[in-house]
């Protein structure tokens, strides 16, 4: 194996691998990375056996095919301290030598065949999405996922389509985010169910660089595979059976505020400062005349703010609600006007902004 | 199969239920140590994840599964099929918490447990996902080992309590322990037991002719004696080169049998335990001196007490050969007894913490005033 | 003052009932008698136990020929002559069954010398009485004053006889008996002797305070707190039984610090209107007023002095006096209760760490003090203020427990073991090492996502916030935290080792009371989008139905959601900001019940086990050791120091803080 590589190209694609290469494998090939270098480009295989990705680059030029396993937080610092704009790669045996305009490193590595085997996407994709479309939708989800739940399909966020529809849904038991989209391509007509961990999510909108970038999912029978370009990402998904979701979300809400997200999110922000650890909640009222949010923490003080409402539909209400949940939402939001819907102080209530989120929250009762 | 020797009645139990698809979720492996539990344990997971099993424990041997498992899996087989998690205290080693992996490795804490299978927050204030709750990677189940289960403290194994009683599809659960009364009644009655025992004479030798079929007969001879039915231990007793011991150790003993007292037994004992603990910490990273001094010491009493039970056994026949005054044989038998009971004296003592030293010299002092006394 | 013969009617109302039953209840019966005849000084001689011999002597005014008869008649008394006069009895020893009650199961010699005016009489005279036998009055020449001996005690009644103790225990109680009378009255002179060795010797002094001192022992003077409170409880002037205006009640006493607190309860001395009485009352008021800063197995060093219109006490309802009913109980419980409380507030009970080298040792450690070998710090110990060291004449000794501190040389490090058993450590290197650390803030990352993939850096974000609203207070003082688990700071006495885990769950538990108990509104809580279903069994979910006003007030709502199994619908906000689990915490407190460790029944038990859980909640909730805090939070924590009461120690009665003083440092480093 013989290459000159972008050494920029080479430090991001060795960053991303390092999330999920601990480096803590009492079997040491296992803290490497595999790099593979193919007639016109470089690709870097790592993998934790729950997460695996191959990451492509064509900004390599390859003298010599051939392919070696190196230890991933040598290789890493090496290329990350480095100042050289490329870096020449070669094989020797089971070393590897790098080597910048002033400088050579020989790093001892490891057969290439003891490196386990991690999937590439391979066959046709379920389905395309946009990258922009994609990342908009774990963004507006992964957050409300649960971290320790003992309900575990809860602690992954569920990727949900009957035929062209596209749901992804994520809840930690006091909140539920729901996002949906309609997708252009759609190959299979089918519906298909997983449950993805929130880890792989983050590994993918990693990757995306482009918007417009068409992503190809694939959903098989223990795993997930993403291809974004030349790059590709695998992983196991959570057992288990993910709640109802479409039964906790409310209906018949018989009270509708609109208003402006950005005047909301900086007087949930205003009202937080002055709750304390056993007084978490914000109290929010409701009336045609606007909203005001009123917090209380004892010993320290109370703070009153009012929110303007566009319209307000109903009776009054008073409903206690944790602020984090509530700006949780609003970041999530990617528009500007958002309804709020109500029925009673001790029900739920939903948050909505545009057609396709949907954010149910459980009430605090102050 | 012909890698496993004995164990007929757990090996039949295991093939009954999984010809009959009713092998329980979690298994729990009990019996001596050394005898072949993590072997067969490894056996069953490999014939378990492989995708085209030609029988019950038997593997096909060229699927992806099965090139990721040894086809004689032993001790030192690492987590690298993505679907076989082995659990031990070693494993502490690649925690993502700092402190666990620098720690002595005395137990299995709850954040082991919890880290490596059942998830959540560890006492790190870190987050983990269950692995056990993850899809299998390579489409055919996922097997948890548990080796030397009663490790875990009563929290580990609470915290495992619920996963076991309602596993994940597709899992399978074994717990390995010799000491099973260690493991909570809750955890107990989860699984289905598997007893195992020491091998017999015979299956000892066999055993030895197949995995060390090029050992020196008078070495393996002195092996057996540290073995006591378990493969394990033999290995052990040949790797850290115990038969030394037998030169050594078994020189003072034989005077002793002459009722003379080598001023060196004690000595003798207390170096070989030493020099055993020294290497077993120097080759297992944070292994716990103290407990690999216990280890020593168990196999240097397996030796002290093979000579009791044969030099027994051997005044017994000679009595039954030249019929002696009975007095006489009473008094020697009386004298061997004794011993047994000076090596039940020092187990307890170096359970309590005794100086090592202090325990081996009190010994030979007590080997000596039992067979002494016998001859008066 | 003569002695007559009581009036029949005094005598029915008069509880009968066994006045003696042991040799502390003859002590106490004499000497009280001796106080009442205005003795300056009592001496009382025992012998075996007092089986063979009590003797009490005084200098009082004594009995006139005429009088010394009638002392052994049945009911007869000098100090009551009508019923009305139960009502407002000011003497101590009321009733006349005492001394014939002796005279009658024993071999008494009574010997007497009056005072008339102030001037002794001519001469005295005795009277030997051996059960119902009695000679004739000799003369008698002894001082002025009388002598009463008691020999062969229940030498008629075999069967009491076979009752007594072993000596040393019938002494024991003798002691005490006398102790608590002595304790009352420091005007007058104490001697005690047993088997002719002095075993005390009080000798006559101007205040309470140094005569409770002389018997508690003089080396626990400055772990004593004096306290005294006259302004009136709120009481119904109707209820004065005489009808005129009740005297204002009024406290006296001394509260022993928590870390002289004993494992039993003999250290407790309540005397009304100078009469040392039990009462299982105001004993409540006294654990209640160290609630938080004892363990429960623990239990106060008190004096307490009542002094109280004798209308507002009934002191006739036990045979021996030994309890009295007050006329409204609850009045006197609030009284002292908030007498003790408020002292304690007013008190720093930070107990101070000492280096306990001596002087004379400093030279043979070549200047190190602190061994860094094995992580520990030898040759430290907590100041007992010099208290509480070896033993003490009023059997004191050997109680070594937890709370005492100061038996040897190593008991630092003992306590630093109880505070937190995994963080033991406390090695001149680490301290380096986290002031090194102090020095950067570390990066915090809000990616939830992160800490998955990058092992070490979540080290520092793992840490919750523990008092994230809490603005931070600039405050000068260097703040650092040492081992994730203690807290190191300095105020204007030296250095304060604060433990981040016990001062958290005290400020939690001050809070979250303050809201249940203060305020009366129930925890703030967290619907949940699917009830929780925890499996308790058939059995118990009758029990959670029954505690269902208790988990209201709590911020729990429970429901059966089937035969045996219940739906956790909504929790309280900040359990689940600590990731305490909904499930684990009911399966605890099921079984906290179950076990009888937590009453849930009736009213006021409701109220302590509301006590009960809110600690359960706050202990779960706190911050635990090995959890990194911010800056900010570090100083947010400290700050709320002031603001709570009882911060010195945890809801466990643990400390929060230790302090080294800047006099010990400066000993310490020989600069004094």
Redesign the interface.
Known sequence: MKLVCDRGALAEALGTAR??V?G????PV?NCVKLVAEKDRLVVTATD??IGMHLSTSKADITEPGTMAIPADKLLQIVRESTDPTLTIESEQEAVHIRGQDSHFKVHGYSPADY??VPAFSGSADFVIPAGTLGRMIEQT??AAA??N?R??I?GVLFEREGPKLAIVA?D????ALTRTVLEVAQDPGSQKSIV???T???VLNLMKDPELEIKVRIA???ILFQLGESSVCS?????NF?PYRD?IPKELDRKAHLLRDALLSAVKRA??????????VRFSFTEEGLVLSSR????GEAEIKVPLSRFEGEPIDI?F?PGYVLDALKAAHDEHITIELRAS?K?GILRTGPDFLY?V????? | MATVIGHKRPIGQLTSAIEQGRLSHALLMTGPRGVGKFTLACILARSTLCHDAPAPLKACGQCDSCRLIPELPDQTIENTHPDLHIIRKELAATSSNSILRTRKQLTIPVDLIREFIVGGQTSDGRHHDAPAYRTAALGHGKVFIIDEAELMDSHGQNALLKTLEEPPDGSLFMLISSSEDRLLVTIRSRAQRLGFGPLTDSEMSCWVDLRFAQIDPARAKGLLFFAEGSPGRFSMAERYGLDAWVRTVGQSLRKLESRELDDELGDRMAKGINEFAEAWVKEHVNASKDAANRRGAELMWSLVGNWIRRSLAKTVARCKRASLPKDDVEAEITGWLACLEALGRAESELASNVNLRMVTDHLAAGLWSALAASDN | MAIRILPKLVVNQIAAGEVVDRPASVVKELVENSLDAGAGRVDVAIEEGGRQLIRVADDGSGMSPDDLPLAAEPHATSKLESSEQLARIATLGFRGEAVASIASVSRMLIASRAVIDGKPAAEGYQLQVDGDQRSDLRPWAGNPGTVVEVRDLFFNTPARRKFLRAPSTEFGQIADMFARLAMAHPQVGFTLSHNGRATANWPRVTSLTQRCIAVLGEELADALLEFEHDQPPRLDAGQSASGAAARPPRVWGLAGLPRIARASAKFQYLFVNGRPIRDRGISHAFREAYRGLLAADRQPVMVVMLELDPGQVDVNVHPTKAEVRFRDPSAMHGLVLGAIRRRLLLTDLTPDARVGLPQDKWENLGGTSISAEDGQVEGWTVDGAGAARGGSASGLEGSGSPGHAGRGEGSFVDRFRRMSPSQQRFVYEDVRKALAESGHKPEMDDSPLLDHAEGEQSDETAAKPAVESAAPVARPVPILQVHKSYIVTQDEQGIVIVDQHALHERVMFEELSRRVLGEGRPLESQRLLMPELIKIGARRVGLVEELSPLLQRLGIDAAPMGPDTIGIHAFPTFLFDRHVSAEEFVLGLLDQIEEGRLEVGGQTAQEAALHRVLDMMACKAAVKAGDRLSEEELAALLAKRQEVERASNCPHGRPTQIRLSLKELEKQFGRT
């Open positions: 999330m999920v601990t803590r494998s009492p079997k296992l056996l729950e386990p085997a992964y957050f971290r320790e003992s575990y399909a602690n809840t038991g006091h909140r539920l961990p929130p880890k999510l983050q590994l029978e223990n795993q196991t998904m959570v057992e288990g709640p906790v937080a400062l002055l709750t304390n650890e056993e007084s978490k909640g923490a004892p010993e320290m206690g944790n001790g739920p149910v459980m009430p605090v009762s102050l």
